[in-house]
Nanobody
């Protein structure tokens, strides 16, 4: 089975930067999409970014484009989310995941698997 472990979360000052990492194991074709989502307290998960594994093409949520970027780990066993100019409203639990397809900044197509999440808290 697919296993994903997020790391890099924690407190950060507004306007600062943070890099989240996802370590992946057990992924085999035809899982071609890697993605990040986030969940605010009491809210549903929302799409943050996605990456097509074969090409490296990325999609960033419209509201986050220009501040967030996504890339594959150069070790070949994971992927990252680079967060810049963070705002208090970015505070959430961030999840990394894999799926059959990317759909915009989100995912589509079973199996869809998410990690356990990592907390990001932006202080004003």
């Amino acid at each position: 089975p697919v296993k994903l472990v997020e790391s890099g979360g924690g407190p950060v000052q507004a306007g600062g930067s943070l890099i989240l990492s996802c370590k992946v194991s057990g992924v085999t074709p035809p899982l071609y999409c890697m993605a990040w989502s986030r969940q605010f307290p009491g809210q549903e998960r929302e799409a943050v970014a996605s990456l097509i594994s074969n090409s490296g093409t990325t999609y960033i949520a419209d509201s986050l484009r220009g501040r967030f970027t996504m890339s594959r780990d150069n070790t070949g066993n994971g992927f990252n989310l680079q967060m810049h100019s963070v705002k208090p409203e970015d505070s959430a639990i961030y999840y990394c995941g894999t799926a059959r397809f990317c759909l915009g900044a989100g995912v589509s197509g079973e199996p869809i698997t998410w990690g356990q999440g990592t907390q990001v808290t932006v202080k004003s």
